[in-house]
């Protein structure tokens, strides 16, 4: 399976490109998808567009960015683990382009991949499919800190990110929690009882309040501005995409918070993710803001990087 495909290139920081790239897709257990649609990961784009290290991969360009899209299977290889021709998938990684570097590699109107890196939905997808990836992170983070009903939390960013972690507590009956979110309009779609716009709102009353600081916007110092909200020894958790790591130590030891990173997702994380989202007890509607046809590709990044209201922008292939 060779072949060339129409995708959302980066040539360059700061330039995007609509234009053909080349795929091989030659093992046994590869595939061919169909995109339908793919979404902007803010955070994750924005580091990517300005050619800013977000993980150990080196950034070579050109990169084909986009981790979430669902689609319809169109080719397959001989050992595809059951998947067959017509097959409806979440699609999470992009990894047999030949003409550019992926970095994820989904936003292309056809995806070469590995059976290993989609998810069968069973059906026609829907557009809280797009939500999978989101979710599935956000089990995956949560489940290394070990959450109770008890527990008082504060939530830092109300992106997309922020708001599916808002919605996933809700669910697993959290109630105690509160965020900081700099535009008002995202504090109302999310549960937190105590919105403020920034950490300095918090009175001296929510001092020592929190056993655990969730960190979703991608800015570390943020950490040691909480450090007056937590108590001795709470928990920090790192969501975000993150261009510098530094923070300074002195600021934070006399609570000795431990501080947990996150950043894998499996399949079983995504398979959860799927489970929940078909028992309908999420309100995915509020997640999806904004839907692009694949020609206005520009205007939704400028939508998804800038704009205040946005909180899931979807591409549309279709």
């Known amino acids: 399976m060779k072949g060339e495909a129409t995708a959302i290139v980066l040539p360059k920081a700061n330039k995007l490109k609509l234009q053909p790239v080349g795929y091989d897709a030659g093992e046994p257990g590869d595939l061919l998808v169909k995109t339908i649609a793919s979404t902007i990961t803010p955070g994750l784009d924005r580091l990517l567009l300005t050619n800013k290290p ?34 409806f998938v979440y699609a999470f990684l992009g990894d047999r ?25 069973g059906r026609q997808p829907i557009h809280r499919d797009l939500l999978t990836g989101l979710l599935a992170y956000v089990i995956s983070a949560l489940e290394k800190v070990s959450i109770d009903t008890s527990s008082r939390i504060l939530i830092l960013g109300l992106g997309s990110v922020g708001l599916m972690v808002s919605e996933y507590l809700r669910n697993k009956g959290c109630l105690l929690v509160d965020a900081v979110e700099t535009f008002g309009i995202r504090g109302q779609l999310s549960h937190a009882g105590n919105i403020a716009f920034e950490i300095g709102d918090f009175t001296p009353e929510f001092n020592d309040r929190y056993d655990l600081v969730i960190e979703t916007t991608g800015r570390i110092l943020m950490i040691e501005k909480s450090i007056r909200l937590i108590k001795p020894r ?29 950043s894998i997702t499996t399949l079983a994380h995504l398979k959860e993710a799927n489970a929940l989202l ?31 209201e946005a909180i899931k922008t979807v591409i549309s292939w279709v």
């Open 278 to 308: 078909d028992s309908e007890m999420l309100d995915t509607e509020k997640f999806f803001t904004n839907v692009f046809p694949v020609s206005q590709y520009e205007l939704a990044y400028r939508i998804a990087l800038d704009s205040k």
């Open 234 to 262: 709470a928990k920090v958790l790192l969501m975000g995409n993150y261009e510098v790591m530094a923070y300074d130590y002195r600021l934070i030891q006399h609570k000795e918070p431990a501080i947990f990173c996150s």
């Open 97 to 121: 382009w030949s003409g550019a570097k992926p970095y994820y590699g989904c936003h292309a109107e056809l995806i070469p991949t590995s059976a290993c890196n989609v998810l069968p939905l």
């Open 54 to 87: 977000v993980s150990h991969k080196v950034l070579e360009y050109p990169i084909i960015t986009g981790s979430e899209s669902i689609g319809q299977v169109v080719e397959t290889g001989p050992d595809t683990q059951g998947l067959q021709i017509g097959d």
